[in-house]
């Protein structure tokens, strides 16, 4: 049973710093690459970042580029989320997935487990 809970959402004011993360029971992160999503109400869910099984190789959002870090610690199943310089616009909630392959992966259908999500809200 794959198994992923994201954690670390909030109310922040803009210009602040939320870290995220995303704890994968058992067998979950199984040398797979891992990436978080987001869906703000009435949007469709949009690709942040991802991260390779090994860590080497990262990609982002245009729109997050430079204020969001995505990392992982294998030997703790965890996936990170460091977002900082938090705007109005980041406001959503956050899913992270796992992915079919161990490398990067920029596409919904490129993943096949979910997280329930985490709520991250900016105030202007």
């Known amino acids: 049973q794959v198994q992923l809970v994201e954690s670390g959402g909030g109310l922040v004011q803009t210009g602040g710093s939320l870290r995220l993360s995303c704890a994968a029971s058992?067998?979950?992160?199984?040398?797979?690459?891992m990436g978080w999503f987001r869906q703000a109400p009435v949007k469709e869910r949009e690709f942040v970042a991802t991260?390779?099984?090994?860590?080497?190789?990262?990609i982002y959002a245009d729109s997050v580029k430079g204020r969001f870090t995505i990392s992982r610690d294998n030997a703790k199943n965890t996936v990170y989320l460091q977002m900082n310089n938090l705007k109005p616009a980041d406001t959503a909630v956050y899913y992270c997935?796992?992915?079919?392959?161990?490398?990067?992966?920029?596409?919904?259908?490129?993943?096949?487990?979910w997280g329930q999500g985490t709520q991250v809200t900016v105030s202007s």
């Open positions: 997935a796992r992915s079919k392959g161990s490398g990067i992966a920029i596409t919904l259908s490129m993943y096949n487990y």
């Open positions: 991260i390779s099984w090994a860590g080497g190789s990262t």
């Open positions: 058992g067998r979950s992160f199984d040398r797979r690459g």
